[in-house]
Structure formats: structure tokens, C-alpha cells
């Protein structure tokens, strides 16, 4: 029996499945693209006497818009609760793959940032600052090269860390513009009424904001039916 | 029960007065932009970057609208050359090492005085099938896949999408589509799913109904082999693997320049629509683990396909010998089967013998080529396992011409995708409709165009 289910959620081509090979010992095909990866895979690694399993999520470059692979990755965020939602990001362009950290941190506290391609960024003179990243983004950050095997085992530990509840994470959040932040205010007291805490509050009011549809359907469905199981 | 509806119908009331409130996606995305930036210039420093620009450098030559294409012909062609070139040889020693065994096993048989038949069905329908599957396919697999993975995992992929990117839009397809079709060179199951990544249905459905026309694993064999084995005849040496591969190259120029040309047509016709922009990132170059990528290619990729064939191949040879030597009215099922496709073969430039194969095929593509030998081998034609050149012998007794080696080649890339594409399609498509199309629209146009093809060739009497 698995005692954490762990997540991998990350930009397309940051290595995620080569992370995912090199800690449960499996070999989904790993290539140089975009897009290799769509279906989630599954797998199992043990560490320090604990039992985990690690979802491969689809690789995205957001959770904003509405393609099949997105929706998977965002709903199983939102709607399967993961343990910890390790977010994998290139070190060479940190910038650009921040975007989706924060997004992720938007929908959990339970994340890991997982500097990968950290060898590449040596190479090319880029220096990161994984101390401060931690405190600013109020996350575990840890920095590895997952095809030559190196810093796993501090990404381990991390992991157990927040898994287990051991590292208390303070998630940075997006500031919104003056009217956004006011109106999130406006309807968050009507939102946490209705997710009872099951689902982030915030979130799911930007998401309102978002006027994004497919999610609403998604998640009319999930207290339709969350709602029945209850009453059975 | 009331207390959900009330959920339901508060959410539905929260998002309309969302929706009043004005506020757009850009916004949001905008900030968390900005955001994303700030903390990236606390946290991450840049020094003097060196070869940062070499990804670039060298985007701006595969890329080119000058040398992109020429390049990436090139690169095809290269990897093709070098599979033919260097399969030839393994594999006329694989078919040498078989046929010396056989000699054993016919001796073995003999000696523990087993059943003629018993003979037939295992030795010269299952061993010979086998045996002959191993070594065509096997060298050229061996060679072919791991340079492939090496340019995947290279990074070069994308810039071939990048390249194709817009002839799709000309098409009416999503950029994107040049992506999944780029996967479907791999396997047209796994390219089907890939296309998750088309945000439109319509230019997905695009992407599905026509990922089929690029060759997959299973049919590349077949190509590779058919080519080299008729349509450099007239060539020797160096200039006739150069002919071999060029003809490969076509057929997979024509797969290609099929796909555009169905986009385009449904595009103006059942799926009708404007392609939507899309941003398609090109990653850096990285060098690959070389030995990692090789013993993957090899075990994941080779070794699989063949395990495929040989697992499919081994019951269909024996299913074939069976109706080979079941006879009705002193005719074997068999030909009577034949003898039934065989006009309808024949305007097409075929055989029965080949579309049986095809049909019969329909599982995994893989094991169209091993069930046609093995139900030529069948009819008394028992060619033993030799070298290529008794492999062309078998063809030849069977009135191949060069034309039967286009046509079948032509058919094997057109045809309807193999069982487990087209499940794949339904699942991902949850439409008998859709699902049906994908399977006619090809069968159709490999109908019709090997059918044009053998008119063609036969009235101006070429053959």
C-alpha cells in the first residue's frame, strides 16, 4: 500500500519523465519535445521506509486554457489532492516556467519546486539562487540533474518533508490588480459556502473570474456527485 | 438532494455575477507574469552567457526557409541510406543461420519419425515464417530506430514541426499537427493520443483522421525491404542503396503531401474552420545519453516491434499452413480465398495473395509482409531461407513486378490504420462516426490511387 501519492506537474520538456524513469525504476519513453507525455503514467518508489506513488502529469505550460492535456494535469491538482505537487522546472529559463509554479501554488500548499537541468544551467553560467527562491516562494526548493541521478535524494527528503507535514510551506500568491483583488474579496465568503473547504478558495474564485466554463462543468459534476456519496 | 441543487444553482449564480464583473484571462495571466519575472530577477543571476546563442545559431540554419527543408531530406535520407546499406549483410547472415538449423530440425523430425504434416505445420509453416521475419526485419529495425532516437532525443523533432508548421496552416490544420504527425513516423496509436495537445476539436479530429498517412514501426520494415529488394534493379553497389532510399523518401514525401492535402480538403468540406494561433516552443538542443539512447532504441522499440510480429506471425503462420492444406474440391481454402481477391487485387496492381495479407494484417501492421511469405510459401513454392535473393525469387514467382512492389508499398502507407490505431481513435474520439472515417477515408484513397497507379503504368505498358 502506498502511503503518499506525489504528483509531477511541470513545463513540457523539463525532464519530467526522465524523473519520474530514474525514481521508479520504469521506462516511459523520454524524447526532446513537447508534448511527449499526455496520458498520466504511474509508478512507485520507496524512501526512508516510506511507500510513494509518483503521477506523471501531462507536461503544460499552464493550467489557464482548455486543451485535453491541461484539463488532466488541472483536475487532478484540484480534484485528486495529491500529497505534495512537485512542480519540475528547466533552470536554464526559470523565468518562464515560474509562471506555472505559481499557478500550482495557487491551487495547493502541498508543492516542491524541483530545479531540474541544473548541470545545463552550469554550463551556461546561470546561477540560481535556490535559497532564496525557497523563502520567496515560501515552498522546499531543491536543485538536480535527473538524468545524471544527481540531487535526488535532497528532492526525496523534501518531499517526505512536506508529505509528512514536517515542513510547513507558506505559499507565495499572486497580487492582482486593486479591482481584482477587491472583487476576489467580494465573492470569496459566497465560493467558500459553496467548496466547503474541499477545494482552494481563492482559486476557485479567480476561476470564476476567469469566466472559465469547462471548469465550472468539472466541478458542478464533482459536488453533484460528492454531494450523493454523502447522503448514500 | 435540495441541498445540493441550491449548491448547483449558487455556483451558477456566482458565475454569472463573475462574468459581470468584467474581468478577462489576460489580466490574470498578465499578473502572474509580472510576477514570475520580479521573483526571477531576486532569485536567478546571469553571467556573460557564452554558448547560449548556439542553440540559436543553429535553430537559424535547421530552420531556415532556405536550407530547413533540404536539411531535413537530408537527415531522412541519411538515416535511410545507412539502414539499408548496413542491413543487407546481417541480414543475409541471419537467413544463412536459420536455414542451417532448418536442416537439423527437418533431420530431428525425421529421426524421431514425426508426421509429415506435423513436418509442414511447424518446420516449413512456423520455423520458415519466423525465420524469415527475423532476418528481413530484424537488421534494418536494429539500425533504423536507435538513429531515429538519437535525433529525438536531440532535440530535432520540434524544428521538423517547426519547418512543417506552415504548410499545415495552408492546409486548414493546427500547427500543432505537424507535431502529432512527426509522433505517427513512431506509432500512429501513440501519435492519435498525442494530439490531446490540439486545443480546437476541429483541427484535432484533423490531426486523427490523418495521422495515419506517415509510415509507423510497423510499416517501415516493409518499405525498406521492398524498395531495396525491386525499385533499384538496374543499380549496383553505392548508387543502388542511393536509389533505394530516394524511393523510400518518396513514398514518405507522398504520405506527407497526402495528410495536406486531406486537411485541406475536409477543412473545406465536414470539418470546416479557421486555424487558431499557437505558440510551438523550440527546446534547446541537449546532447543525448548516446549509449542510453541506443540500448533504449534497441530494447524498447526493436526488440518490441519484432516481439509483436513473431507473437502475431507465429499463430498466422500456422493458421496460414492449416488453410493452405485444407483442401475443398482439391483446391486449398486458401486459394480459394486468393483466387476470390484476385481480380479485385489485380486492378490494383496486386495480388489476392497481397490483399489476403492485408486484410488479415489488420491486428498490427507488422505482420502484413511475415503473413504474405508465408502464405506464398505455403502454395509448394517452399523457398528455403536463403538470402535476399531467394526472398526476391519467392516474389518473383509469384509475378511481382516492380509495379506490385509501388503498389503494395503505396497500399501498406495509405491503407486504414491498424486495429489498435483505430481502437485508439474511438477512445479518444468516443464517435463510431469519426472512428469509421478514419478507417474509410484512407482505405479510399489507397483504393483509388494504387488503382490509378497500375492503369497508368499497365496502359503505357511499362510493365
Known sequence: ?232 | MSEIHTSKNSLEQLFQHAGEMNHSREEIVGDIFQASRSISQDCVKYQEATNDQKSEKLDKILTSPIWGYPIMLALLGGVIYLTIAGANIPSSMLASMFSYFETYLTLGFEWIQAPEWLHGLLVLGLYRGVSWVVSVMLPPMLIFFPMFALLENYGYLPRVAFNMDRLFKGAGGHGKQSLTMAMGFGCNAAAIISTRIIESPRERMLAILTNNFVPCNGRWPTLILLSSLFMAAGYTGGLQTFVTASVVIGIVLFGIVITLLVSYGLSKTALKGVPTHYTLELPPYRKPKFWDTLVRATLDKSLYVLKRAIKVAAPAGVATWILANIDIGNVSVLEHIVTFLDPFAHSLGLDGYILMAFILGLPANEIVLPILLMGYLSTGAMTEVNDLDALKSIFLDHGWTWLTALNMMLFSLLHYPCGTTIYTIYKETKSVKWTLMSALIPTIIAIAITFIVAQIVRGLGWV
Open chain 1, 1 to 232: 500500500m502506498s502511503d503518499f501519492r506525489i504528483a509531477l506537474a511541470g513545463n513540457p520538456n523539463t525532464g519530467k519523465s526522465t524523473l519520474f524513469n530514474a525514481l521508479t525504476g520504469m521506462n516511459q519513453h523520454t524524447g526532446n519535445w513537447p508534448g511527449k507525455t499526455v496520458i498520466q503514467a504511474k509508478g512507485n518508489y520507496t524512501f526512508n521506509e516510506g511507500n510513494y506513488t509518483l503521477i506523471d502529469l501531462p507536461g503544460t505550460y499552464s493550467l489557464y486554457s482548455n486543451s485535453a492535456d491541461e484539463e488532466t494535469a488541472r483536475d487532478y491538482i484540484i480534484f485528486d489532492r495529491p500529497d505534495v505537487t512537485v512542480v519540475v522546472v528547466d533552470a536554464t529559463s526559470l523565468e518562464r516556467n515560474l509562471n506555472l509554479v505559481l499557478q500550482v501554488l495557487e491551487m495547493t500548499d502541498q508543492a516542491v519546486l524541483c530545479i531540474n537541468l541544473i548541470d545545463e544551467a552550469k554550463k551556461r553560467n546561470i546561477r540560481i539562487y535556490d535559497d532564496r527562491l525557497e523563502k520567496k516562494l515560501g515552498i522546499p526548493v531543491a536543485s538536480i540533474s535527473a538524468r545524471n541521478k544527481a540531487g535526488i535524494n535532497l528532492l526525496l527528503k523534501k518531499i517526505e518533508g512536506v508529505a509528512k507535514g514536517e515542513i510547513v510551506t507558506s505559499p507565495y500568491q499572486v497580487k492582482y490588480s486593486e479591482q481584482m483583488e477587491e472583487d476576489i474579496q467580494r465573492l470569496e465568503p459566497y465560493v467558500s459556502q459553496i467548496v466547503k473547504g474541499k477545494y482552494p478558495t481563492r482559486w476557485v474564485t479567480l476561476k470564476l473570474l476567469d469566466g472559465d466554463r469547462s471548469f465550472m462543468d468539472h466541478l458542478y459534476q464533482r459536488v453533484f456527485s460528492e454531494g450523493d456519496v454523502s447522503h448514500v
